[in-house]
T-cell receptor, first 114, second 117 residues
Framework: AQKVTQAQTEISVVEKEDVTLDCVYETRDTTYYLFWYKQPPSGELVFLIRRNSFDEQNEISGRYSWNFQKSTSSFNFTITASQVVDSAVYFCALYRQGAQKLVFGQGTRLTINP | GAVVSQHPSWVICKSGTSVKIECRSLDFQATTMFWYRQFPKQSLMLMATSNEGSKATYEQGVEKDKFLINHASLTLSTLTVTSAHPEDSSFYIC?????????????FGSGTQLSVL
């Protein structure tokens, strides 16, 4: 069975702090994709990153960085120098190409306080 | 601009009526569309997967006669909530999957907030 676990339900930090959102996944597939999405209060899902199972290179995009480690089945997301606009719910998701399903984690509500 | 358009953004209806939500892929052909439901402060739960021209595949526990899904073209899928009840009030989000020049794309609509009175 496939499963995505985001153990942190809520995180609250002060602006400019670095924050890491954890994501652990379970799957028996060898080919899969991992995603991170941001859901601001307005509700729409904002795509942040997609990583396929064969690419373990870490990625940095501005203040955002992702650490993918297949050995621990983790795909963690770090925001450096957080800003109030980063406040949102962040979802990690797993896509199984064979099953054509995207399974979401429970989400982490991130609050950045000024 | 948005690549998946979902309409309406919000809808209020009376109990017993039916509501149709549209999901359109704007710049690619969506071979597969997904419909999700999200209750307040909860995660997105997959309701069904639809492939163009085929019947939708529903997740366990989702009533197919209540949540009618039509995917008649490569750019449009609709979700109809039939005989809506207050417990159907939720945030519904569609997602479209397709290929564009060998690149797989998966994008989400902006969601529809349904409130059943």
């Amino acid at each position: 069975a496939q499963k995505v676990t985001q153990a942190q339900t809520e995180i609250s930090v002060v602006e400019k702090e670095d924050v890491t959102l954890d994501c652990v996944y379970e799957t028996r597939d060898t080919t899969y994709y991992l995603f991170w999405y941001k859901q601001p209060p307005s509700g729409e899902l904002v795509f942040l990153i997609r990583r396929n199972s064969f690419d373990e290179q870490n990625e940095i995009s501005g203040r955002y960085s992702w650490n993918f480690q297949k050995s621990t089945s983790s795909f963690n997301f770090t925001i450096t120098a957080s800003q109030v606009v980063d406040s949102a719910v962040y979802f990690c998701a797993l896509y199984r190409q064979g099953a054509q399903k995207l399974v979401f984690g429970q989400g982490t509500r991130l609050t950045i306080n000024p | 601009g948005a690549v998946v358009s979902q309409h309406p953004s919000w809808v209020i209806c009376k109990s017993g009526t039916s509501v149709k939500i549209e999901c359109r892929s704007l710049d690619f052909q969506a071979t597969t569309m997904f419909w999700y439901r999200q209750f307040p402060k909860q995660s997105l739960m997959l309701m069904a997967t639809s492939n163009e021209g085929s019947k939708a595949t529903y997740e366990q526990g989702v009533e197919k006669d209540k949540f009618l899904i039509n995917h008649a073209s490569l750019t449009l899928s609709t979700l109809t909530v039939t005989s809506a009840h207050p417990e159907d009030s939720s945030f519904y989000i569609c997602s479209a999957r397709g290929w564009d020049r060998a690149n797989e794309k998966l994008f989400f609509g902006s969601g529809t907030q349904l409130s059943v009175l």
